[in-house]
């Protein structure tokens, strides 16, 4: 195949694969999307909280080989 043939193909390739994630939803279906399990975080506030916890451990590790926030954790 040539590159430009082949670039083709890649190109009819994603297309075909894109193309049924592409859809309508119905209004009577829209409530089964808007579930809180279907959200991307479903709990942000525990998010936010374990994100909160990491960042202080990651910045009270220093520049050492030795990881942790000094609490005995890691």
Same mark, same amino acid.
């Given at each position: 195949m040539k590159t430009g043939e082949r670039a083709l193909? /890649? /190109?009819l390739l994603a297309a075909c694969t =894109? /193309?049924?994630g592409c859809t309508t939803v119905a209004p009577w279906e829209r409530g089964n999307l808007a579930k809180p399990h279907m959200a991307l975080e479903p709990h942000p506030e525990q998010g936010a909280f374990r994100e909160h916890?990491?960042?202080g451990r990651?910045?009270?590790s220093g #520049?050492?080989?030795a990881s =942790? #926030? #000094?609490c005995g954790c890691y």
């Open positions: 193909v /890649l /190109l =894109g /193309l049924p916890i990491y960042r990651e910045a009270a #520049g050492s080989t =942790g #926030g #000094g």
